[in-house]
């Protein structure tokens, strides 16, 4: 099993700021098989980016994915107030899918 | 509009049975990959298991392997979960999504399970 290991656990940043995520991978992820979730307390996870790169239907552009092998990271290039939330990570390289343990991204 | 709802969880005591359905609508159930993800309260997201558009593959997460069983009924459009042998464990916020074999564009908006005594 593919270990996930996001950090870090909490990014205290203010709205207009840039935010970066990591997604540390304990082996290599094939084919970049990496996605991007934003959940909102009390709502249900919405995929941002998959296939590492890719930004799901609907997503802006200021948020983007990058990396490869074992380290990807997530980008917004300026935060929104609505951006604030925990975002996860997941692959579905092998056939064990895993999440990673969440990033927080709070308003400083 | 893609929507998948939930149902069929509940309070049920350790060792005890469970089945979980989500009614799906809105897009062609049949060509999509089918999940099941959890999550308990204030903690983060566990992948469980998944099941391929036709039902001729499954697998699942090592931690319910053996007790919990997918399956999927495309003429009614239903996904289901069969969960035996509950844990305290597994007590959690089940979600169904539909997607890709590996990532889920689409969720539902959950169901409670609570294994307790």
């Known amino acids: 099993e593919i270990v996930l290991t996001q950090s870090p656990g909490t990014l205290s940043l203010s709205p207009g700021d840039r935010a970066t995520l990591s997604c540390r991978a304990s082996q290599s992820i094939n084919n970049n098989y990496l996605a991007w979730y934003q959940q909102k307390p009390g709502r249900v996870p919405r995929l941002l980016i998959y296939g590492a790169f890719s930004r799901a239907t609907g997503i802006p552009d200021r948020f983007s994915g990058s990396g490869s092998g074992t380290d990807f990271t997530l980008t917004i290039s300026r935060l929104e107030p609505e951006d604030f939330a925990v975002y996860y990570c997941q692959q579905y390289s092998t056939s064990s899918l895993t999440f990673g343990g969440g990033t927080k991204v709070e308003i400083k | ?117």
């Open chain 2, 1 to 117: 509009e893609v929507q998948l709802v939930e149902s069929g969880g509940g309070l049920v005591q350790p060792g005890g049975s469970l089945r979980l359905s989500c009614a799906a609508s809105g897009f062609t159930f049949s060509s999509y990959w089918m999940h099941w993800v959890r999550q308990v309260p204030g903690k983060g997201l566990v992948w469980v298991s998944r099941i391929k558009t036709d039902g001729s593959y499954t697998n699942y997460a090592d931690s319910v392997k053996g007790r919990f069983t997918i399956s999927r009924d495309n003429a009614e459009n239903t996904l289901y979960l069969q969960m035996n042998s509950l844990r305290a464990e597994d007590t959690a916020v089940y979600y169904c999504g539909a997607g890709d074999s590996g990532y889920l564009p689409n969720w539902g908006q959950g169901t409670l399970v609570t294994v307790s005594s």
